[in-house]
């Protein structure tokens, strides 16, 4: 499967670029809007992963461009954390789906998969696996080893963090980032508070997952790894 990568910054693009060549993507790397309109005239593409800011045409322009020449690949938008009206604006320009910046990688490898997978008529069913756990997005239903594990909605959003990062240190402030946001205020000790609470309601049904690194973080893994 091939996927074309637009951003303008050159860190960026090999990072996302090695991950989802790591997973097996063909992948073309593109630093303009321009450059990317040009090479979706040379090769057809699965997916497009296209930064909203660029430095001639944005990303908006690039995807309306694309949608008026017939080509229906789909787009997955970069786009920074609070632009809300340009992630409207560029979804109703022909876009599929976003992630905000600072993303995880496996946040963007999940989603690009799913879009294709739709592209090509193929079933989504919105799950997250990892080991005995399921975690159904659309539903919001947690399994562990065919058990229902009842969450609130705080623990269901740090779990899926963990799922979209598995074997993966998360910092304290990476998961408030990501679960509570940057305009929390609170305590870093939130994180620890929640982090037991999952591992109440998940350890009962099998070894622990949720391991503490100490003085980095934690990381979602098997015991044995």
């Known amino acids: 499967m091939a996927v074309l990568v637009v951003d303008d910054e050159p860190s960026l693009v090999d990072t996302v670029a090695t991950v989802l060549r790591y997973e097996g993507f063909d992948v073309v790397e593109a630093r303009t809007g321009r450059e990317a309109l040009a090479r979706l005239q040379e090769q057809r593409f699965d997916l497009v ?5 660029l430095p001639d045409l944005d990303g908006l322009e690039v995807t309306r461009r694309m949608r008026a020449d017939g080509i229906d690949v789909p787009v ?4 920074a954390r609070g632009e809300v009206s340009d992630l409207v604006e560029g979804l109703s320009a022909g876009g599929d789906d976003y992630v905000s910046k600072p993303f995880s990688l496996a946040e963007v490898v999940a989603r690009s998969k799913a879009l294709i997978r739709r592209s090509k008529g193929e079933r989504d069913d919105g799950k997250l696996w990892f080991a005995d756990v399921v975690m159904d997005e659309e539903t919001h239903e947690v399994w562990r080893g065919g058990n229902a594990i009842q969450l609130t909605a705080t623990e269901f959003n740090l ?3 963990f799922l979209l990062n598995p074997r993966r240190v998360l910092s304290k402030a990476q998961l408030i980032d990501n679960v509570w946001h940057y305009d929390f205020g609170g305590n870093q000790n939130i994180v620890e508070a929640y982090v037991r609470y999952l591992r109440k309601k998940l350890d009962p049904y099998g070894p622990p997952l949720i391991h503490t690194i100490r003085l980095v973080g934690y990381v979602l893994r098997e015991s044995d790894e």
């Open 49 to 53: 992963v296209l930064d909203v800011m």
């Open 159 to 161: 779990l899926r963090v």
């Open 76 to 79: 997955l938008f970069l786009t």
